[in-house]
């Protein structure tokens, strides 16, 4: 066990944790959210996928002594009241069916975004291909992306 | 408008009631005051058969509180089963909100998720439940104004009068709680429908885009444990002993120890199924704690050998069912189904004179389709919260049958029904894998020996090799056509481990002179319950495939094949009890023949299948564009047609039609669990395929034949024709036909 400070959302928690603990079980477990998802546990289906520095990570296999002097972002984290474009696209769209999966398709579809403003389709499959939806509402997601962008587009996002 | 004054006054009661603070509860209990519904009534009427009710609250600042009876995964019942209510209350859905209610089948009826039952068996009664509400609001009004109530008026949540009085529902609400309940209801003709058939955004997508903690796994109390099971790697075995010690000297741990869930002789119920009966727990304080400690644990194995079973049967006679004892494997299963093949079967409908028609037939057709067991895979694993005491015990989590659960549960903890309150969280998929609660026992027990609110938790490969898979399949079909390439007989003969899949009564039974359906089955020590369309999931896939290959002999366009079977099915219907009704069976096909284009210009870059079916009292066809891409085949476009009746909200109707596609597209191509000496081999989405974005199609586009008929399911029926359509369209590609699912290049395999 040893002591761990972790940046999530933008504030400090102390932790006590065994530094091989993946930082999904911290951010549940110890820290409380509970918007990061298990489904795996091996990195396979994107349920658990996080921002550490801004980059796309699956929590599960990530662990939670890499994430000390980072900041994390999760979906409660994402933006302040619901409202990051992927977020808005989302509930536009209505995306959702189970919704278990979706914080971490949000995740990964927010980094796509700033890094490809204007994705194509071919875009989206290869940057969400890890994020799997046992419901099937893929063709959703793809649209939500899209208009995702468009919003985007409008009202870029800060930071 | 309908009168509906026969059902209320046989059979409901609608009480109402002051909240705290003003307002009006009230509630529809739909035969709950009959202690003993008179029983082949209650068996034969689903309505009266589900005893059902519905809750409303309405509170002095106009605020609306819908409860939503039915655990939710994903079908979208917290949105659309409320639809209905508001929709007969009149009510502005902007002042709606939407509640889980808890397990309580005396105000809430029977809350079961299954069978895409729930707006079927809940459609009346809700319909009920607002109209009556809204018939005490304008009485209080009318009293209120002191005019005739028939004068009253009502548009969204507004009580009017031509005088220009007007009132919010709010502020009659309390008034509204002290007027005798109507004995007479008025329901609105669909053509006045203002909210069913107006598509609604689901209820709890702000939550579910912010992470809100909705699920079962998400669920926590203050000094919460963390239990999980090490169950044993193979089907018929159980552990022998262990050793924890190396376990109970890693951090959080608190115990290990053996619990048995059922004790000899237990009575089980239908629902009851579990793998395992002894079971390995650890618990500790914390997730990641209790998986790595579980890791230490040094366990023996052996054979569990024959077992017994004790099911309870229907009237009440209780049976012994013997589980064998082998460790199967996946090759001498298939043995095993073709020696079971060859004998004579349980004959399970005969029209005309199979035997002879096949004899004099000019073609005889015959084709073999098998289909390996599946699992359900739900995005959130298995997991129950428990808080169990001498006195009480407080359940949360993933259920689709609480109704079931709770007897089961009453029975294990000695506990009356009223000591045990469960809570059904939103579930991360269900696919019917949760309507077995055999985690919700678990976990209860678990906390009752620790004496601890306590979390049990599967992890993937603990969810996934646990069992109650779709079953393993197989089936012959033969057809005869005689010299005018006219179908004349036909022959199903099905079966499986450990059930058959064979729905006799189901097309194209009813339109052939001669027909024969049998059905055998295995036993197994693997264990099986429903997946998403049970047996019909195998059935459309093979069935399906098959009339496309006999309207080809036929030399005839498959959909006008079947359409002229259909049409010989209504107007002169062969046998008795037929399930479907030809004219919707139709409907769906030439609708998505129309949408389609089907057999029109401008579709060559396609290679094209079709399949419809019915199931769960829905109608579903589709047709498939498949391509070429990268060497593989590729659904690049659907087109879906659906019969359901009332569609209560389109665009989530869309939703599930279009994931049910997926589904089917995925589980054609990759769906399958094989074992080897009663191991699953399979533990992870590592490898256990699943369909992903890159892999779906560019388009599914979902048309529902317009009608006025009571709603009927949508979970499950547009799921079993999507593997007939995607075997269809294969061969087109291919010009080979896949018999085998999964659909896929490699040696076939012999049954």
């Known amino acids: 066990m040893a002591k761990i400070t972790l940046n999530i959302n933008k504030k400090d928690y102390q932790l006590e944790a065994d530094p091989q603990m ?6 549940r477990d110890l820290a409380g959210l509970k918007g990061t998802k298990y489904g795996c546990g091996v990195a396979q289906c994107g349920a658990c996928v996080v921002h550490l520095d801004g980059e796309a990570v699956r929590s599960c296999v990530t662990k939670v002594s890499r994430a000390t002097g980072k900041k994390v972002v999760t979906i409660e984290g994402l933006s302040e009241n619901n409202s990051h474009p992927v977020q808005k696209a989302w509930q536009e769209v209505d995306v959702p069916q189970c919704g278990y999966c979706h914080s971490g398709q949000i995740m990964s579809a927010a980094v796509l975004l700033r890094e490809k403003p204007n994705p194509t389709d071919q875009d989206i499959d290869d940057a969400m291909a890890g994020n799997i939806c046992r419901c099937g509402t893929y063709l959703r997601i793809r649209e939500a992306i899209h208009k995702a962008a468009e919003m985007q587009q409008k009202a870029p996002v800060k930071g | 408008m309908n009168n509906d004054k026969n059902a209320l006054d046989r059979r409901s009661f609608l009480k109402a009631s002051l909240l705290s603070g003003g307002g009006l509860m009230l509630t529809v209990s739909w035969l709950s ?50 639809m209905i209510v508001a929709e007969e209350l009149d009510a502005d859905w902007k002042n709606v909100v939407v509640e889980m209610g808890p397990h309580d089948p005396v105000k809430l009826g029977a809350q079961f998720t299954g069978g895409s039952n729930s707006v079927r068996m809940y459609w009346k009664p809700l319909r009920e439940a607002g109209a009556a509400a809204r018939q005490m609001l304008r009485e209080a009004a009318a009293q209120t104004w002191n005019v005739p109530v028939g004068e009253v008026t009502t548009k969204a949540g507004v009580l009017l009068h031509s005088s220009g009085k007007s009132a919010k529902y709010g502020e009659m609400a309390s008034k509204a709680a002290g007027v005798p309940v109507p004995k007479e209801l008025k329901l609105k003709s669909p053509k006045e429908f203002t909210v069913v058939r107006k598509s609604k955004k689901n209820v709890e997508v702000q939550k579910i885009t912010s992470g809100k903690p909705l699920f079962g796994l998400d669920y926590t109390v203050d000094g919460m444990l963390i239990a999980m099971i090490q169950h044993p790697p193979a089907f018929g075995m159980k552990v022998k002993s262990f050793d924890a010690a190396e376990t109970l000297k890693m951090p959080g741990i608190k115990d290990v120890f053996i619990l048995k869930l059922y004790e000899d002789g237990f009575e089980q119920g239908g629902f009851d199924t579990r793998s395992f009966n002894e079971l390995l727990v650890i618990v500790g304080n914390t997730t990641w704690e209790v998986m790595n400690a579980r890791k230490k644990l040094t366990v023996s194995w052996e054979s ?10 229907r ?35 005969k029209d005309g004179d199979p035997e002879t028609a096949f004899k004099n037939a000019a073609q005889v057709i015959e084709r073999t389709y098998n289909g390996p067991f599946l699992a359900h895979n739900c995005m959130e694993p298995m997991n129950f919260f428990a808080h169990v005491t001498e006195e009480k015990a407080l359940l949360a989590g993933p259920l689709q049958a609480p109704g079931w659960a709770e007897p089961t549960l009453a029975k294990l903890l000695n506990l009356p029904p009223e000591k045990i309150e469960i809570q ?25 020996k620790v004496k601890a609110p ?104 498959p959909i006008e094949f079947r359409l002229a079977l259909l049409k010989r099915a209504k107007e002169n219907p062969v046998g008795k009890n037929n399930e479907y009704e030809p004219d919707r069976y139709a409907g769906v096909l030439q609708l998505v023949r129309d949408k389609s284009n089907w057999g029109k210009p401008g579709n060559e870059k396609f290679h094209r299948g079709v399949a419809a079916y019915f199931c769960h009292n829905s ?85 529902f034949v317009e009608n006025d008929l ?42």
């Open chain 1, 22 to 27: 993946p930082l999904l079980w911290a951010i």
């Open chain 2, 33 to 82: 005051s009959f202690k003993s519904p008179h029983k082949a009534e209650a068996l034969n009427l689903p309505d009266q058969w589900s005893q059902l009710n519905g809750y409303i609250q309405i509170t002095s600042d106009n605020k609306i509180k819908l409860i939503c009876p039915n655990p939710e995964f994903g079908q979208n019942v917290m949105t659309s089963l409320p």
């Open chain 2, 304 to 313: 569990a050998g024959q077992l017994k079973d004790t099911v309870a049967g």
């Open chain 2, 315 to 349: 009237d009440g006679k209780k049976r012994e069912v013997v589980v064998p004892g082998a460790l199967e494997s996946t090759t001498t299963q298939m043995q095993q189904m073709q020696d079971y093949a060859a004998k004579p079967a349980q004959q399970l409908r």
């Open chain 2, 424 to 448: 059904m969280t939103r579930m991360g998929g269900g696919f019917g894998r949760r309507a077995y609660a055999h985690y919700l026992s678990e976990a209860a027990l678990i906390s009752r």
């Open chain 2, 454 to 557: 306590v979390k049990l938790m599967y992890t993937r490969e603990d969810d996934m090799t646990y069992g109650i898979y779709r079953p393993m399949y197989t089936a012959t079909y033969r057809a005869a056509l005689d010299a005018n390439k006219n179908l004349i007989a036909f022959h199903v003969k099905g079966g499986g481990i450990p059930e058959h899949p064979i729905h006799a009564n189901r097309f194209p039974a009813g339109a052939v002179d001669n027909y024969l359906a049998e059905g055998w089955q295995i036993p197994s020590n693997i264990t099986i319950g429903a997946f998403r369309a049970p047996r019909s999931n195998f059935n459309a896939a093979a069935e399906q495939s098959f009339l496309d290959e006999v309207a080809e002999a036929a030399g005839k366009d």
């Open chain 2, 619 to 703: 109608y579903a066809a589709h047709v498939v564009d498949m391509v070429s891409r990268d060497g593989q085949p590729y659904v690049e476009r659907v087109y879906s047609a659906m019969d359901c009746g009332i569609v209560i909200n389109p665009d989530a109707a869309t939703n599930m039609v279009q994931g049910a596609v997926v589904d089917g597209i995925g589980n054609s191509f990759y769906g399958e669990l094989t074992f080897k000496d009663g191991v699953p081999q399979k533990n992870n989405f590592s490898n256990y395929r699943m369909i992903r974005i890159n892999e779906v199609p560019k388009s599914i586009e979902v048309h």
């Open chain 2, 710 to 751: 009571d709603p009927t399911g949508l979970g499950e029926p547009p799921f079993p024709p999507v593997f007939g359509a995607v075997a269809n369209a294969l061969h087109k590609l291919k010009g080979k036909r896949y018999y085998n699912q999964p659909f896929r290049d490699e040696p076939e395999k012999t049954i």
